[in-house]
């Protein structure tokens, strides 16, 4: 993934953001959203293109394009800075490979422990019984 080229390739829009803000934040647009079409990229390889695609597909538009905002502060520059960053985050973290599983098995101290729990709280249940009259 060639970051610097990836950059170049998104696409900025400012925005009205909204909340809270008095008279100035009817004239600002602080508000920053950055559209990244995956699919015409040209920074990322097929095989990433793909696994990004697959891990990120609730975040897509239909036209593969992932859209996200940033209106933090109120700076319009520290909200794109902060945008990219968010985008590069996701981008690496969707081209993260989990490591496989390895099975396991329960140990014998944690089966004694388990059954000993279970005993303990079957006798506390047992005595919330009405008392029987041996």
Same mark, same amino acid.
């Given at each position: 993934?060639?970051?610097?080229?990836?950059?170049?390739?998104?696409?900025?829009?400012?925005?009205?953001?909204?909340?809270?803000?008095?008279?100035?934040?009817?004239?600002?647009?602080?508000?920053?959203?950055?559209?990244?079409?995956?699919?015409?990229?040209?920074?990322?390889?097929?095989?990433?293109?793909?696994?990004?695609?697959?891990?990120?597909?609730?975040?897509?538009?239909?036209?593969?394009?992932?859209?996200?905002?940033?209106?933090?502060?109120?700076?319009?520059? %520290?909200? &794109?800075?902060?945008?990219?960053? *968010?985008? $590069?985050?996701?981008?690496? /973290?969707?081209?993260? +490979? @989990?490591?496989?599983?390895?099975?396991?098995?329960?140990?014998?101290?944690? %089966?004694? &422990?388990?059954?000993?729990?279970? *005993?303990? $709280?079957?006798?506390?249940? /047992?005595?919330?019984? +009405? @008392?029987?009259?041996?």
């Amino acid at each position: 993934m060639d970051k610097e080229l990836l950059i170049q390739e998104l696409k900025f829009k400012a925005v009205r953001s909204s909340g809270a803000g008095g008279q100035h934040v009817n004239k600002v647009s602080s508000k920053v959203a950055v559209y990244f079409n995956i699919g015409k990229s040209n920074s990322l390889t097929d095989q990433e293109k793909s696994l990004i695609l697959k891990k990120l597909s609730h975040k897509l538009t239909k036209e593969k394009v992932l859209v996200l905002w940033s209106e933090e502060t109120r700076s319009q520059h %520290k909200n &794109k800075e902060r945008v990219i960053e *968010k985008l $590069l985050e996701m981008l690496e /973290a969707g081209l993260r +490979k @989990p490591k496989p599983r390895r099975k396991t098995r329960p140990t014998r101290a944690s %089966k004694e &422990k388990r059954l000993r729990q279970k *005993k303990q $709280l079957a006798q506390k249940k /047992a005595y919330r019984g +009405k @008392p029987s009259m041996d």
